[in-house]
């Protein structure tokens, strides 16, 4: 009797070639199970319940520090290990919506978004990725400051781990000699800002602890010109990245990008690059990034956004929230350096891999076509040389 020896199955899963045609060392499909880098196919290890929690979603590791998080309906969370081997949960923000929460790291700082709000995590505690933007202040003219007589315009910034967007500017009129009287309701540290006399241009005036209630500006040295004039905290969205110094934000059909090492500022004006569609895919690589849409996928070309060049790329729409980027010696393969970072993602023609210089690598795709059977979402994740992508 002759033995049937079955595979080695090298190439791996293939269901587009017809049946009678199948490549040698190909499988047709492969229910709980895995092949190794041999082409054995391996059953998949079973399950055991870690934790009995409803509404989890958005699950994440950082690659930085090995921390995990994730969401419990509007709230975001961090999971850690608990009694017996099980996992805990523990609430950290609500973010105000029910929607899958995009997460990343940021200088030993993991930042999360969804639709409703963008934040961050330090040391286990949510703090706001930007100060909130102050109210126009409250001022009045005095008759004592020594400021020469005119037109002035104040604003306000709020100070603590970097400086708060501006607030509106407030004008008044001020007699000869006169000054400027503030008054707030106390909170953090302020940078009050003030216009030379009938000027626009807004310099530095005063910096003030959180502790005072009312500060008389007169004529004192002016400093240098503010810098957050004209900016916004970035709002919520789908996907969050962080690139040369920068955050990345996916929301809706648009990506915005912050002000150089302001992480959480935009320029409303000229801070967005926008697409005719939602975008489902954003990675950032050395030389760009990758930014997939439900029609396609390009490639901002360029090391700041002033300077991208937009190009056009074979990709097929990527699976919502199914990007990653790793080094690139986790794939394996003549795809760069082993410490370059390189792109991934999936398709409805198998994973994708976008090499540092804008490049597409579509590792199966005269092998696999996942069925449209409605899935739009997917979360992937690399594991000893190995993409695996969870589809719903």
Same mark, same amino acid.
């Not at 989890?56 to 969370?77: D, R």
């Not at 970035?234 to 990345?248: A, D, E, N």
């Not at 190009?311 to 986790?330: D, H, L, M, N, R």
């Given at each position: 009797?002759?033995?049937?020896?079955?595979?080695?199955?090298?190439?791996?899963?293939?269901?587009?070639?017809?049946?009678?045609?199948?490549?040698?060392?190909?499988?047709?499909?492969?229910?709980?199970?895995?092949?190794?880098?041999? #082409?054995?196919?391996?059953?998949?290890?079973? !399950?055991?319940?870690?934790?009995?929690?409803?509404?989890?979603?958005?699950?994440?590791?950082?690659?930085?520090?090995?921390?995990?998080? =994730?969401?419990? +309906?509007?709230?975001? =969370?961090?999971?850690?290990? #608990?009694?017996?081997?099980?996992?805990?949960?523990?609430?950290?923000?609500?973010?105000?919506?029910?929607?899958?929460?995009?997460? =990343?790291?940021?200088? +030993?700082?993991?930042?999360?978004?969804?639709?409703?709000?963008?934040?961050?995590?330090?040391?286990?505690?949510?703090?706001?990725l930007a100060l909130p933007t102050p109210g126009a202040p409250q001022v009045v003219a005095t008759d004592n400051g020594g400021l020469s007589a005119g037109r002035y315009g104040v604003a306000v910034a709020l100070l603590g781990d970097g400086?708060?967007?501006?607030?509106? *500017?407030?004008?008044?009129?001020?007699?000869?000699?006169?000054?400027?009287?503030?008054?707030?309701? +106390?909170?953090?540290?302020?940078?009050?800002?003030?216009?030379?006399?009938?000027?626009?241009?807004? !310099?530095?005036?005063?910096?003030?602890?959180?502790?005072?209630?009312?500060?008389?500006?007169?004529?004192?040295?002016?400093?240098?010109?503010?810098?957050?004039?004209?900016?916004?905290?970035?709002?919520? #969205?789908?996907?969050?990245?962080?690139?040369?110094?920068?955050?990345?934000?996916?929301?809706?059909?648009?990506?915005?990008?912050?002000?150089?090492?302001?992480?959480?500022?935009?320029?409303?004006?000229?801070?967005?690059?926008?697409?005719?569609?939602?975008?489902?895919?954003?990675?950032p690589v050395e030389g760009g990034i990758f930014v997939g849409t439900t029609t396609g996928v390009v490639f901002l070309q360029g090391s700041?956004?002033?300077?991208?060049?937009?190009?056009?790329?074979?990709?097929?729409?990527?699976?919502?929230?199914?990007? *990653?980027?790793?080094?690139?010696?986790?794939?394996?393969?003549?795809?760069?350096?082993?410490?370059?970072?390189?792109?991934?993602?999936?398709?409805?023609?198998?994973?994708?891999?976008?090499?540092?210089?804008?490049?597409?690598?579509?590792?199966?795709?005269?092998?696999?076509?996942?069925?449209?059977?409605?899935?739009?979402?997917?979360?992937?994740?690399?594991?000893?040389?190995?993409?695996?992508?969870?589809?719903?």
């Open positions: 009797m002759t033995d049937i020896v079955l595979g080695p199955w090298t190439v791996g899963i293939d269901h587009v070639s017809s049946d009678t045609k199948l490549p040698a060392g190909a499988a047709r499909d492969a229910i709980n199970g895995l092949f190794n880098r041999d #082409g054995e196919f391996l059953r998949r290890n079973g !399950y055991g319940l870690m934790m009995a929690a409803s509404g989890v979603h958005s699950l994440w590791t950082s690659p930085e520090s090995g921390l995990s998080f =994730c969401a419990q +309906g509007s709230q975001v =969370c961090s999971i850690t290990p #608990g009694a017996g081997g099980s996992l805990a949960v523990t609430a950290l923000a609500d973010t105000g919506i029910v929607s899958p929460v995009s997460f =990343c790291d940021l200088n +030993g700082v993991v930042v999360y978004a969804n639709a409703g709000k963008i934040g961050a995590v330090l040391n286990g505690v949510a703090i706001p400086e708060s967007a501006l607030s509106e *500017i407030t004008f008044l009129d001020v007699p000869e000699g006169g000054g400027i009287r503030f008054t707030f309701n +106390g909170g953090s540290t302020r940078r009050l800002y003030r216009t030379a006399a009938n000027g626009d241009a807004l !310099y530095l005036a005063a910096e003030i602890p959180g502790a005072l209630t009312t500060y008389l500006l007169g004529n004192g040295q002016l400093g240098r010109l503010t810098e957050t004039q004209n900016l916004e905290a970035l709002p919520g #969205g789908q996907i969050v990245r962080t690139w040369r110094g920068r955050t990345l934000l996916a929301r809706g059909n648009v990506v915005l990008f912050s002000e150089p090492m302001r992480y959480g500022l935009f320029s409303p004006r000229e801070g967005f690059v926008q697409f005719a569609h939602r975008i489902t895919m954003m990675e700041k956004p002033s300077e991208f060049n937009v190009k056009a790329t074979s990709g097929q729409p990527p699976f919502e929230g199914s990007g *990653i980027t790793a080094p690139a010696s986790a794939f394996g393969g003549d795809i760069g350096s082993s410490d370059t970072r390189v792109a991934a993602w999936l398709a409805p023609n198998g994973f994708v891999i976008g090499t540092a210089s804008g490049q597409l690598v579509e590792t199966q795709n005269t092998r696999i076509a996942i069925p449209d059977n409605g899935a739009t979402q997917a979360r992937t994740f690399v594991h000893e040389r190995r993409l695996t992508s969870i589809i719903q």
